[in-house]
């Protein structure tokens, strides 16, 4: 069992940036791909970005590449995810996930964060 506790999110103007923080319970973090994903109201589920066990691979989704860097620390059982240059279409609730394999799919992640939201105003 992998329980994930995400902070960081809140009120930011287009340009600003933030830096969420996904904490995980467990000694086995450190085998887990991580994801983040977003949710926008009236929008399904989205994936933003994850990160490989090892930190070695990750991917982005080309509306957050350059702007967003995921990154880990298997020491602290903690992923991070800088967001850059953010605009108001940024603005959503953010989740991050654990899963065995890195894809940028939402069903093949197994443990879910509650979320924070993030909101970039104009």
């Known amino acids: 069992q992998v329980q994930l506790v995400e902070s960081g999110g809140g009120l930011v103007q287009a340009g600003g940036s933030l830096r969420l923080s996904c904490a995980a319970s467990?000694?086995?973090?450190?085998?887990?791909?991580m994801g983040w994903f977003r949710q926008a109201p009236g929008k399904e589920r989205e994936f933003v970005t994850y990160i490989s066990w090892s930190g070695s691979m990750t991917s982005y989704a080309d509306s957050v590449k350059g702007r967003f860097t995921i990154s880990r620390d298997n020491a602290k059982n903690t992923v991070y995810l800088e967001m850059n240059s953010l605009k108001p279409e940024d603005t959503a609730v953010y989740y991050c996930?654990?899963?065995?394999?890195?894809?940028?799919?939402?069903?093949?992640?197994?443990?879910w964060g509650q979320g924070t939201q993030v909101t970039v105003s104009s």
């Open positions: 996930a654990a899963g065995r394999i890195a894809l940028n799919r939402a069903a093949r992640y197994d443990y």
């Open positions: 467990g000694r086995t973090f450190s085998t887990y791909a």
